[in-house]
């Protein structure tokens, strides 16, 4: 398999912490390739053959090429899961789709207003307003998440399941942007089980892995 994708992107680390759960190893089983932001080369007509939105991730796998960074995590887990890291009965597995899809059309877009406004967008250019909107609207957002885990241990039950990635790590930059611009995004919420469910992966997946990236974009 061969990923296309700067490591420091929130849909590739989706998808290189998927690969760890599967116990999937970079050299090995897999390679990356740096590509986006300054490392360019997802816009070269060989890229856009592959991805024609010029985004990453991009995976190949053979003869299959995948983009959009939670169906390859579906697809990883069903291709890729012969020990059954990932619940795959029927609640379990779409419980864990409804937050996927929640992740990626309710609760980031919201949350990229602000992590873009302040780590890719000049100073001079910030829209402090919209910035500061986005990332309390991101707080009402979670908290409906935070009920969820008041019952279970993880978004679809008492097991990580592929849709633990995507939110866990949209709740990773929720919480390092308020650590690192206090007066720009105003207060965060108080979610207590949110913040027990991310110790639990913390302290048992690979989460770690990848967090490390995310450290660095924010500061
Ligand atoms: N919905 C897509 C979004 C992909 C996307 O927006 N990727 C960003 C990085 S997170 C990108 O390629 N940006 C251009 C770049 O890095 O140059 C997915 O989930 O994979």
Redesign the pocket.
Known sequence: MRLW??KS????Q?VLWCLAELGLEEGKDFEQID???HFGK?RTPEFLALNP?????TLEDGELVL????T?LRYLAHQHDPSTRFPTDIASQYSSEKWMDWQ?GTMWPALRITFLGLTRTPESERNYEAIRKAYQDTNGLLTLLDQQLANQRYCSGDSFNIGDIPLALCVSRWNLLQQAFPDQTGPRAPLHNIDAWMKRIEEGTQFSLVSEKTLNIVK
């Open positions: 994708g700067r992107s929130i849909n590739v989706k590509a986006g932001l997802n939105n010029g985004l990453v991730p983009w959009e960074s939670n390859i990626l």
